[in-house]
């Protein structure tokens, strides 16, 4: 099997992570931060040091500032409902996943004035438009780092400079870039970073997070209320990090996966790992852009995106290619719009979708060579069954 | 020994005061001090100084120092 959906859950996953599940549901299982006693503290412990650990990753100088959630989606919920109220204006690129989008457009039926800036056909954000689209109450810019379509890189450094000019908060949606690219929350000027834990950063499904500059938990109110183990003597939320944002038992064991991922993404190096995978892109984007009746879609240029790739048969549908990768070939991708309908109308690939190839840490040279000659074979044999 | 308002806030002090070689434990807080969070870190009085250096430097906000 060749196991080519990276970019929905990274699989399989270093045997670390593995490990550290195992060893946290044996040898320590309690909750964190609620007791005394031993066990409490060591789950304490784990949790801390898979703080720390992505605050090293992301160049965060107090491992506090990062809240946990149960997955980017959460992290920009909590960002995004957070900050805008009625009345505020917010900005977003028009190459967003439905996570960024539909929060934005739910805020928008409650009296938020939203800005969608259009981006090239390759996906690519021009951050001039960007500027041009801030308005005096212009509250938050989101984008998305790097696109779950096509790969893409957004200009972040550029809009993050934009965004603290003019005093406009900068959300940014980490979710594909997050171990896969470097990250550098002071350098690019993020107030608010979201990221999630099941994809390059090697954790389980179910962790995430959201990183918070010094300051900006001023005016990002909490979407959940609950027990912190905190201020157990009032009835009010505190309001200090992380137990502003973090109420309810965690997902510790996840949690515990976590920090091993980004242990591993720590001790290979980000520069290395890219690397490693830029080598499968560039064979895949070389040899599908060179079989006939095959389109490409995004950059074309596997150092000015992440991994993943979308592309179409002409005459055959995208789910139809991804079944018969799957049953003739045991290659598993993901066809369709991939929960990012806005970004497949800008690639103009709406409402078809693309079949979109993601590998990963694990994905070989050689497997690339196989998806290669598959797509090749169900382009030969031309139109489909029509699905 | 020291108290914080968060679990989390003691746990990134116990690492900051180990990798200083300050000898500490932690404990659950005494009732009577009615901490915010339910552990503390017990230290020697003779390190009270040190403490407060490394803490002040990491600016990590404590609830206070108490003697036992």
Known sequence: MIYLDNAATSWPKP??????????????????????????????????????????????????RIIFTSNATEALNVAINGVLRPGDHAITSSMEHNSVMRP??????????????????????DPGGIEKAIKPNTRLIVLNHASNVVGTLLPVIEVGAIARRHGVLFCVDAAQSAGAYPLDVSFMKVD??????????????????????????????????????????????????????????????????????????????????????????YLLIEGLGAIPGVTLYGSGDAREQVAVLSFNIAGIASSEVAMRLEEEY?????????????????????????????????????????????????????????L | ??????????????????????????????????????????FERADELKVEGILGRSKLEIQGIHQI
């Open chain 1, 15 to 64: 045997e670390v992570v593995y490990q550290a599940m195992n060893n946290f549901m044996r040898q320590v299982g309690a909750s964190p931060g609620r007791s005394g006693h031993r066990l409490s503290i060591e789950a304490g412990r784990v949790v801390y040091e898979t703080r720390e650990s992505l605050a090293r990753l992301f160049n965060i100088d107090d491992p506090l």
């Open chain 1, 104 to 125: 934005l457009r739910a805020l928008q039926e409650r009296g938020v004035e939203l800005t969608v800036v259009s981006c090239s056909k390759e996906g690519f954000l």
């Open chain 1, 192 to 281: 608010l970073l979201a990221f999630t834990g099941h994809k390059s950063l090697f954790g389980p499904q179910g962790t995430g997070g959201l990183y918070i500059r010094q300051g900006v938990e001023d005016v990002v109110e909490p979407l959940m209320h609950g027990g912190t183990g905190s201020r157990s003597d009032s009835e009010h939320q505190p309001d200090f990090l992380p137990d502003k944002y973090e109420s309810g038992t965690p997902n510790t064991v996840g949690l515990a996966g976590l920090g091993a991922g980004v242990q591993f993404v720590l001790s290979q190096g980000v520069d290395a790992l890219r690397e490693k995978e830029e080598k499968v892109m």
């Open chain 1, 330 to 386: 045991d290659i598993l991708c993901r066809p369709g719009l991939q929960c990012a309908p806005i970004a497949h109308k800008t690639l103009g690939t709406f409402p078809g979708g693309t079949v979109r190839v993601s590998p990963g840490y694990f994905t070989t040279e050689d497997e690339a060579d196989i998806v290669l000659r598959a797509v090749c074979n169900i382009a030969s044999m031309g139109k489909g069954i029509g």
């Open chain 2, 1 to 42: 020994m020291v108290l914080f308002h968060s679990i989390s806030g003691a746990l990134r002090a116990e690492k900051l005061l180990k990798a200083e070689g300050v000898p500490l434990k932690m404990i659950p807080v005494p009732r009577h001090l009615s901490s915010d969070c339910g552990i503390c870190i017990r």
